[in-house]
Antibody, heavy 124, light 108 residues
Framework: QITLKESGPTLVKPTQTLTLTCTFSGFSLTTNGVGVGWIRQPPGKALEWLALIYWDDDKRYSPSLKSRVTITKDTSKNQVALTVTNMYPVDTATYYC????????????????WGRGTLVTVSS | DIQMTQSPSSLSAFVGDRVTITCRASQSIDRYLNWYQQKPGEAPKLLIYAASNLQNGVSSRFSGRGSRTDFILTISSLQPEDSATYYCQQSHSSLGYTFGQGTKLEIK
Protein backbone atom coordinates (compact mmCIF):
# COMPACT_ATOMS: atom_id res chain seq x y z
CA GLN A 1 0.00 0.00 0.00
CA ILE A 2 1.43 3.33 -1.08
CA THR A 3 1.18 6.29 1.28
CA LEU A 4 2.64 9.78 1.19
CA LYS A 5 2.67 12.40 3.92
CA GLU A 6 3.75 16.01 3.78
CA SER A 7 5.40 17.71 6.73
CA GLY A 8 6.92 21.08 7.49
CA PRO A 9 6.08 24.49 8.93
CA THR A 10 2.51 25.71 8.79
CA LEU A 11 3.50 29.38 9.04
CA VAL A 12 6.40 31.21 7.42
CA LYS A 13 7.22 34.89 7.30
CA PRO A 14 7.55 36.86 4.06
CA THR A 15 10.97 36.50 2.40
CA GLN A 16 11.70 33.31 4.33
CA THR A 17 12.54 29.96 2.73
CA LEU A 18 10.05 27.09 3.00
CA THR A 19 11.24 23.51 3.21
CA LEU A 20 8.70 20.70 3.07
CA THR A 21 9.32 16.98 3.32
CA CYS A 22 7.32 14.21 1.69
CA THR A 23 7.76 10.89 3.50
CA PHE A 24 6.47 7.92 1.55
CA SER A 25 6.08 4.17 1.88
CA GLY A 26 5.01 1.31 -0.33
CA PHE A 27 7.34 2.11 -3.23
CA SER A 28 10.97 2.88 -3.91
CA LEU A 29 12.27 5.97 -5.64
CA THR A 30 15.00 3.81 -7.16
CA THR A 31 12.48 1.91 -9.29
CA ASN A 32 12.60 2.67 -13.01
CA GLY A 33 9.67 4.82 -14.11
CA VAL A 34 8.77 6.25 -10.73
CA GLY A 35 8.78 9.83 -9.54
CA VAL A 36 7.45 12.10 -6.82
CA GLY A 37 5.99 15.50 -7.51
CA TRP A 38 4.87 18.55 -5.60
CA ILE A 39 1.64 20.40 -6.35
CA ARG A 40 0.11 23.33 -4.51
CA GLN A 41 -3.36 24.82 -4.25
CA PRO A 42 -4.09 28.30 -2.88
CA PRO A 43 -7.33 28.46 -0.89
CA GLY A 44 -10.28 28.25 -3.27
CA LYS A 45 -8.06 28.14 -6.34
CA ALA A 46 -6.75 25.63 -8.86
CA LEU A 47 -3.98 23.08 -8.62
CA GLU A 48 -0.51 24.24 -9.65
CA TRP A 49 2.27 21.80 -10.47
CA LEU A 50 5.59 22.85 -8.94
CA ALA A 51 8.30 20.24 -9.35
CA LEU A 52 9.02 16.58 -9.93
CA ILE A 53 11.94 14.25 -9.33
CA TYR A 54 12.45 10.91 -11.09
CA TRP A 55 14.05 7.67 -9.94
CA ASP A 56 17.22 8.55 -11.89
CA ASP A 57 17.43 11.99 -10.19
CA ASP A 58 16.14 13.82 -13.27
CA LYS A 59 14.37 16.94 -12.03
CA ARG A 60 11.67 19.06 -13.62
CA TYR A 61 10.41 22.45 -12.51
CA SER A 62 7.53 24.75 -13.27
CA PRO A 63 8.93 27.44 -15.59
CA SER A 64 7.22 30.18 -13.59
CA LEU A 65 8.80 29.09 -10.30
CA LYS A 66 12.04 27.52 -11.48
CA SER A 67 14.25 30.22 -9.97
CA ARG A 68 12.75 29.71 -6.50
CA VAL A 69 12.13 25.96 -6.24
CA THR A 70 14.46 23.03 -5.57
CA ILE A 71 13.50 19.37 -5.26
CA THR A 72 15.74 16.67 -3.81
CA LYS A 73 15.41 13.05 -2.72
CA ASP A 74 16.85 10.84 -0.01
CA THR A 75 16.16 7.28 -1.09
CA SER A 76 17.57 5.82 2.12
CA LYS A 77 14.90 7.66 4.11
CA ASN A 78 12.12 7.42 1.49
CA GLN A 79 11.81 11.18 1.46
CA VAL A 80 11.54 13.97 -1.08
CA ALA A 81 12.10 17.57 -0.08
CA LEU A 82 10.84 20.77 -1.67
CA THR A 83 12.45 24.12 -1.01
CA VAL A 84 10.82 27.37 -2.02
CA THR A 85 12.79 30.56 -1.49
CA ASN A 86 11.55 34.07 -0.97
CA MET A 87 8.04 33.16 0.19
CA TYR A 88 5.28 35.75 -0.04
CA PRO A 89 1.59 35.80 0.90
CA VAL A 90 0.63 34.69 -2.62
CA ASP A 91 2.47 31.43 -1.88
CA THR A 92 -0.06 30.60 0.84
CA ALA A 93 -1.47 27.24 -0.22
CA THR A 94 -1.99 23.61 0.57
CA TYR A 95 1.09 21.78 -0.65
CA TYR A 96 0.69 18.20 -1.85
CA CYS A 97 3.19 15.53 -2.77
CA UNK A 98 2.12 12.72 -5.06
CA UNK A 99 3.36 9.47 -6.61
CA UNK A 100 4.17 9.86 -10.31
CA UNK A 101 4.11 6.68 -12.34
CA UNK A 102 3.65 5.55 -15.94
CA UNK A 103 1.29 2.91 -17.25
CA UNK A 104 3.68 1.79 -19.98
CA UNK A 105 7.04 2.50 -21.53
CA UNK A 106 5.27 5.06 -23.73
CA UNK A 107 5.69 7.59 -20.94
CA UNK A 108 2.03 8.11 -20.09
CA UNK A 109 2.71 9.38 -16.58
CA UNK A 110 0.15 10.42 -13.99
CA UNK A 111 -0.22 11.15 -10.26
CA UNK A 112 -2.01 8.07 -9.00
CA UNK A 113 -1.71 8.62 -5.25
CA TRP A 114 -1.51 11.82 -3.24
CA GLY A 115 -0.72 12.85 0.29
CA ARG A 116 -3.36 14.67 2.28
CA GLY A 117 -1.55 17.97 1.86
CA THR A 118 -0.24 20.54 4.31
CA LEU A 119 -1.45 24.13 4.53
CA VAL A 120 1.34 26.68 4.57
CA THR A 121 0.46 30.26 5.42
CA VAL A 122 2.79 33.14 4.64
CA SER A 123 2.25 36.01 7.02
CA SER A 124 4.25 38.33 9.22
CA ASP B 1 4.98 26.08 -21.48
CA ILE B 2 1.69 24.43 -22.44
CA GLN B 3 -1.53 26.07 -21.30
CA MET B 4 -4.55 23.94 -20.43
CA THR B 5 -8.00 25.52 -20.69
CA GLN B 6 -11.10 23.83 -19.31
CA SER B 7 -14.70 24.64 -20.10
CA PRO B 8 -17.03 25.33 -18.58
CA SER B 9 -15.58 26.74 -15.35
CA SER B 10 -18.68 25.57 -13.53
CA LEU B 11 -21.86 23.70 -14.29
CA SER B 12 -24.94 22.42 -12.59
CA ALA B 13 -26.82 19.26 -13.55
CA PHE B 14 -29.41 16.83 -12.26
CA VAL B 15 -28.93 13.33 -10.98
CA GLY B 16 -29.07 11.02 -13.98
CA ASP B 17 -27.84 13.62 -16.46
CA ARG B 18 -24.92 13.10 -18.83
CA VAL B 19 -22.21 15.71 -18.34
CA THR B 20 -19.22 16.63 -20.47
CA ILE B 21 -16.20 18.73 -19.54
CA THR B 22 -13.74 19.92 -22.15
CA CYS B 23 -10.00 20.48 -21.84
CA ARG B 24 -7.99 22.17 -24.56
CA ALA B 25 -4.18 22.27 -24.78
CA SER B 26 -2.34 25.22 -26.32
CA GLN B 27 -0.35 22.78 -28.45
CA SER B 28 -0.47 19.09 -29.25
CA ILE B 29 0.04 16.76 -26.30
CA ASP B 30 -0.75 13.54 -28.18
CA ARG B 31 -2.79 11.54 -25.66
CA TYR B 32 -0.86 12.57 -22.54
CA LEU B 33 -3.86 13.92 -20.69
CA ASN B 34 -5.08 12.98 -17.22
CA TRP B 35 -8.30 13.79 -15.37
CA TYR B 36 -8.66 14.20 -11.60
CA GLN B 37 -11.60 14.68 -9.27
CA GLN B 38 -11.28 16.75 -6.12
CA LYS B 39 -13.86 17.04 -3.38
CA PRO B 40 -13.72 19.82 -0.77
CA GLY B 41 -11.06 19.24 1.86
CA GLU B 42 -9.63 16.21 0.04
CA ALA B 43 -6.65 15.50 -2.17
CA PRO B 44 -7.32 15.01 -5.89
CA LYS B 45 -8.15 11.53 -7.11
CA LEU B 46 -7.06 10.14 -10.47
CA LEU B 47 -9.96 9.22 -12.75
CA ILE B 48 -8.56 8.86 -16.25
CA TYR B 49 -5.00 8.66 -17.56
CA ALA B 50 -3.62 8.86 -21.10
CA ALA B 51 -6.86 10.46 -22.32
CA SER B 52 -9.10 7.41 -22.15
CA ASN B 53 -7.82 4.86 -19.65
CA LEU B 54 -9.98 4.38 -16.57
CA GLN B 55 -7.98 4.17 -13.35
CA ASN B 56 -8.51 1.00 -11.33
CA GLY B 57 -11.46 1.26 -9.00
CA VAL B 58 -13.05 4.27 -10.72
CA SER B 59 -16.67 4.00 -11.73
CA SER B 60 -17.31 3.15 -15.38
CA ARG B 61 -19.67 6.14 -15.47
CA PHE B 62 -16.51 8.15 -16.11
CA SER B 63 -14.94 8.09 -19.55
CA GLY B 64 -12.45 10.16 -21.47
CA ARG B 65 -11.56 10.72 -25.10
CA GLY B 66 -9.55 12.99 -27.30
CA SER B 67 -6.09 13.54 -28.69
CA ARG B 68 -3.68 16.25 -29.71
CA THR B 69 -5.30 19.44 -28.33
CA ASP B 70 -8.92 18.58 -27.52
CA PHE B 71 -10.12 16.27 -24.77
CA ILE B 72 -13.44 15.45 -23.14
CA LEU B 73 -14.38 13.94 -19.80
CA THR B 74 -17.88 12.45 -19.76
CA ILE B 75 -19.86 11.44 -16.71
CA SER B 76 -22.85 9.36 -17.65
CA SER B 77 -25.83 9.13 -15.33
CA LEU B 78 -24.67 11.72 -12.80
CA GLN B 79 -24.78 10.71 -9.13
CA PRO B 80 -24.82 12.93 -6.01
CA GLU B 81 -21.30 11.82 -5.09
CA ASP B 82 -20.00 13.26 -8.38
CA SER B 83 -20.29 16.77 -6.98
CA ALA B 84 -16.66 17.94 -7.11
CA THR B 85 -14.13 19.98 -9.04
CA TYR B 86 -12.54 18.28 -12.02
CA TYR B 87 -9.06 19.03 -13.34
CA CYS B 88 -7.23 18.01 -16.46
CA GLN B 89 -3.43 17.75 -16.52
CA GLN B 90 -1.01 17.28 -19.38
CA SER B 91 1.93 14.92 -18.93
CA HIS B 92 3.48 15.44 -22.35
CA SER B 93 5.83 18.32 -21.86
CA SER B 94 8.55 18.17 -19.27
CA LEU B 95 8.54 21.95 -19.46
CA GLY B 96 5.59 21.85 -17.13
CA TYR B 97 3.02 19.22 -16.24
CA THR B 98 0.29 21.82 -16.25
CA PHE B 99 -3.17 21.54 -14.75
CA GLY B 100 -6.28 23.17 -16.12
CA GLN B 101 -8.08 25.77 -14.05
CA GLY B 102 -10.77 23.32 -12.94
CA THR B 103 -14.48 22.75 -13.55
CA LYS B 104 -16.77 22.86 -10.55
CA LEU B 105 -19.70 20.47 -10.90
CA GLU B 106 -22.78 20.99 -8.78
CA ILE B 107 -25.65 18.55 -8.49
CA LYS B 108 -29.05 20.24 -8.55
Amino acid sequence: QITLKESGPTLVKPTQTLTLTCTFSGFSLTTNGVGVGWIRQPPGKALEWLALIYWDDDKRYSPSLKSRVTITKDTSKNQVALTVTNMYPVDTATYYCAHWVRASSAGDYFFDLWGRGTLVTVSS
Amino acid sequence: DIQMTQSPSSLSAFVGDRVTITCRASQSIDRYLNWYQQKPGEAPKLLIYAASNLQNGVSSRFSGRGSRTDFILTISSLQPEDSATYYCQQSHSSLGYTFGQGTKLEIK
